[in-house]
């Protein structure tokens, strides 16, 4: 089996799925082709023209299967590459642009929102990581297409669409040989990228007040940073310098000791739709901490959850640190790993 492999924004999760996916279904033919993440509109908008000039002998080339990511415009690809319409289409959907909040520095992402639509209209099948990113995908395209001038029907058609879709979450790599341990269970890590939607604000007004109240903790600020950094992350840093283990993005094998460690994991986003980030954490010892919202209450029980507030974390975070024995128990996570889900992933490739 012949299986081209697209991602047309090559995001951390989009990467660690693409090659575990390659690295666990070993005995089919993969291609791949990626696209930097950054020039996020030029990108979705532009991932078929980027490809034509760049690969054009292997978009030439015949495969069973074509399995893109949803920004990639499948399409247009079609229409520059018929050939590939005889493909099996699956349209694998990390997360989707109807339930990204909007920057209030940028221009509503129509452009983004009517790609997802194209690439799910041209899949056979249609891939979701969490149940909640099926159901805000639906939604928000019904609600999309109401707005269209000429006020067309949405229900039977987005019905069809979701006749073809199913949930399958990506997967973890199982941990060799490594004890999940909470051996720091005052130390509270931040491990998400620095963007605004991933709600720093929150997290850092608590660890102030947390903080000026002389409460006991260790801080580790891990994750990507990009160029545009919101402002709270500077004037963190200089309040919170004492209790700061580790500031920045780490090389891997630096991360991955700093997450055996164990600790408190924390999101306060206003954006996930499965969140490898907390899982990786929780994988290694960390007691995750995660805001009654979004994908979290199909992934985590009720007492890994505040309920969304920056009281809310305050006080789960105040009780967790001045009683750790107060915290919950290490989260099984062997139903995130691959050895669950590796017999799922074949069926979707085999058509079954």
């Known amino acids: 089996m012949r299986v081209l492999l697209l991602s047309a924004y090559e995001a951390v999760s989009h990467r660690y799925w693409a090659q575990s996916l390659m690295a666990e279904i070993d005995d089919v033919s993969w291609t791949l082709l990626s696209l930097p993440p950054r020039h996020f509109s030029w990108r979705i908008r532009g991932n078929p023209l980027s490809w034509w000039l760049k690969e054009y002998e292997t978009l030439s080339e015949s495969y069973d299967v074509v399995l893109a990511t949803s920004m990639v415009d499948v399409a247009t690809l079609i229409g520059l590459f018929p050939h590939l319409?005889?493909?099996?289409k699956i349209?694998?959907?990390?997360?989707n642009q109807f339930a990204y909040p909007e920057s209030q520095q940028k221009m509503p992402r129509n452009e983004a929102k009517v790609v997802n639509l194209y690439a799910a209209l041209a899949a056979d099948t249609l891939v979701f990581n969490t149940a909640y990113n099926w159901d805000s995908f639906f939604d928000g395209a019904r609600r999309f297409l109401?707005?269209?001038?000429?006020?067309?029907?949405?229900?039977?058609?987005?019905?069809?669409?979701?006749q073809r879709a199913k949930v399958l979450p990506v997967p973890i790599m199982p941990l060799i040989d490594t004890p999940q341990t909470n051996a720091h269970p005052r130390r509270i890590i931040w491990n998400h990228r620095w963007e605004y939607d991933k709600n720093p604000e929150d997290f850092f007004a608590v660890l102030f007040k947390l903080s000026e109240q002389e409460i006991p903790f260790e801080l580790a600020v891990l994750?990507?940073?990009?160029r545009d950094v919101p402002a709270i992350f500077d004037e963190a840093e200089e309040r919170l310098a004492?209790?700061?283990?580790?500031?920045?993005?780490?090389?891997?094998?630096?991360y991955q000791a700093l997450l055996n460690g164990g600790g408190i994991v924390v999101s306060t986003t206003w954006h996930e739709f499965q969140g490898l980030a907390i899982m990786e954490a929780a994988q290694r010892g960390a007691i995750p901490l995660v805001p009654d919202r979004l994908c979290f209450p199909e992934l985590y029980p009720s007492n890994y959850r505040f309920d969304g507030t920056q009281e809310g974390l305050y006080q789960r975070l105040h009780a967790w640190l001045t009683d750790p024995n107060s915290q919950p128990v290490l989260l099984n996570t062997q139903?995130?790993?691959?050895p669950e889900w590796r017999r799922a992933y074949r069926a979707l490739l085999m058509g079954h």
């Open 85 to 88: 319409g005889r493909a099996r």
């Open 91 to 95: 349209v694998y959907f990390h997360e």
């Open 223 to 226: 994750g990507q940073r990009f």
């Open 146 to 162: 109401k707005k269209m001038p000429e006020n067309l029907p949405a229900a039977k058609p987005l019905e069809r669409l979701r």
């Open 242 to 254: 004492a209790q700061t283990i580790c500031w920045g993005p780490q090389p891997e094998r630096a």
């Open 335 to 338: 139903q995130w790993q691959w």
